[in-house]
């Protein structure tokens, strides 16, 4: 999914074997064995090829390499590309070793490289006591032959274009115009690749990857949008698909809009949930209700409209970033005491400077590409293409504002942001219970980025096991309940009952 400037990240993990032999529960095609049979030279990471800001402690240990896939599995003969793998292996010998689990960790747009060494010391240890831990850059982000747009704030540019407020009927015109100018540019930087960024060309990388590593099947973890590129290899290789978990479960079907409007409903349940949290504190800063509250965040956004403040590097902090830095906090209940403070110290003193932390930790695990390959990747997904986008725009406009008012204008613009582009993979709409043996989905009852209605359907589409985390928040895998059910599965295949939840970690009072 897509919200304004704060597209939601995700976690996952993929698994590599050192210096294995490949193998295969099926042989490849023979035109694709070249790449079905190469081997993987891991190295410690180190350099451009290594994490980002990574302590030197939470990275110790983690290798990396580069898989080669073709650019066009139809056309295996007309390119390549190398797709940068990261792994953690585990200690476990014999027996107990069980082989790899692939993560990813959401986007689309997030590196996996970046995110898999704060994952492993956080949260990796029950999966690693039997399982290798690896990542990868998907085709299109970070190290993988990223897709480029022009100008580096191009894509950033594009959204606070679409996201403006107090749009006009002729607005929209405008925002298929730079929709249309946007992806012409995306085409004539990125070139052949843009056309199989898609989650379907990425699933078969998933593939490749899998044989490399020495896996007869595909164990695999995705959080967000990883959820949907897991869906989709289980609906290409439901018989190659081993113990799939799907965290924060996206969405397989929606259009734009119907998607626009199911995020910016889930947002305001959690945005409510906040409102009403803080209120029940004696302590709370913004108000000693939830009108009180409700009325500082409508005021502030306002004023934040009418006037923007700067922020310390001279920026402008508009009603966007306000509208986006809230939602970012939402996806952590954690965040919220930060988000409070923030919006005191805005109503206060009128700085912005605590808010706009958060829009710079999300640029920050989008950088490198990864707006552009979100836009390319969505776009690549979605066969829908309204024939007059301009008024679908703004039909949109006015059931967001009818239905979800407070972060209705960061998606205004959703229905232009693909216009230009060619109909994308009716795949995704096509997965029906493929087969795949061992799927554990798992939502949350108010999850701002992913709805729980998500998991519901895409669920029942995979014939998957749903657990329900009764908390707030974008990801389940954190609690103890979610992640003893999560380990379990990977240690020896224990699926909860259908219609098993898990309670909140930090009730909403």
Request: charged share 25%; glycine share 12%; net charge negative.
């Amino acid at each position: 999914m897509q919200v304004g400037r704060g597209r939601a990240a995700a976690a996952g993990v993929v698994l590599a074997l050192l210096g294995s032999a490949a193998a295969s529960c099926a042989p490849a095609q023979p035109e694709l064995g070249r790449f079905y049979d190469q081997r993987i030279s891991w190295k410690a990471c180190a350099g451009p090829d290594g994490p980002k800001e990574a302590t030197a402690e939470a990275a110790a240990g983690m290798e990396c390499g580069r898989l080669t896939v073709p650019v066009d599995y139809a056309d295996p003969d007309g390119g390549s590309l190398t797709i940068a793998v990261g792994r953690f292996a585990t200690e476990a010998e014999g027996a107990r070793r069980k082989g790899a689990v692939v993560f990813n960790f959401g986007g689309p747009g997030v590196s996996g490289i970046d995110i898999l060494p704060g994952f492993f010391r956080d949260n990796g240890g029950g999966i690693a006591r039997h399982y290798d831990l690896v990542s990868f850059d998907p085709r299109g982000v970070g190290r993988s032959s990223p897709v480029r747009c022009g100008a580096q704030d191009a894509a950033e540019d594009l959204e606070r274009k679409l996201a403006d407020e107090g749009r006009r009927a002729e607005d929209f015109a405008r925002d298929v115009a730079e929709g249309k100018e946007y992806g012409a540019a995306c085409r004539k930087e990125t070139g052949p690749l843009l056309d199989h960024v898609g989650s379907v060309e990425a699933s078969r990388d998933l593939d490749v990857l899998r044989h490399v590593l020495g896996e007869e099947k595909l164990n695999y973890f995705g959080l967000s949008y990883g959820t949907r590129l897991g869906a989709v290899y289980a609906g290409q290789f439901p018989q190659r698909t081993g113990r799939m978990v799907l965290d924060a479960v996206d969405t397989l079907d929606l259009p734009a809009e119907r998607d626009g409007l199911a995020v910016a409903k889930a947002s305001e349940q959690a945005l409510d949930a906040f409102i009403e949290d803080c209120a029940a504190r004696e302590a709370c800063a913004l108000g000693r209700t939830p009108g009180e509250v409700r009325d500082l965040v409508e005021e502030q956004t306002a004023r934040v409209a009418a006037r923007p403040p700067k922020t310390a590097a001279g920026r402008p902090f508009t009603a966007l970033d306000l509208r986006n830095a809230i939602w970012v906090a939402l996806l952590a209940q954690d965040s919220w005491p930060d988000l409070e403070r923030g919006l005191a110290a805005l109503a206060g003193s009128g700085d912005p400077e605590p808010l706009a932390g958060f829009n710079q930790g999300m640029d920050d695990i989008l950088g490198g590409g990864g707006r552009e390959a979100l836009t390319a990747v969505t776009c690549m997904d979605d066969p829908d293409r309204p024939a007059d986008p301009a008024s679908e725009g703004a039909a949109a406009q006015r059931r967001l504002a009818s239905q979800a008012p407070y972060f209705a204008p960061m998606l205004y613009g959703q229905a232009a942001s693909c216009a230009g582009w060619p109909p994308g993979s009716t795949f995704l709409r096509e997965i029906d219970r493929p087969g795949a043996p061992e799927i554990l989905a798992i939502g949350g009852k108010v999850d701002p980025a992913t709805p729980f209605v998500w998991a519901e359907q895409t669920a029942r589409k995979l014939g998957a096991v749903l657990l329900t985390y009764e908390g707030v928040g974008h990801g389940a895998n954190g609690s103890p309940c979610v992640r003893e059910k999560i380990n379990a599965f990977y240690a020896d295949g224990t699926l909860p009952d259908e219609g098993t939840s898990c309670p909140a970690d930090r009730p909403v009072r």
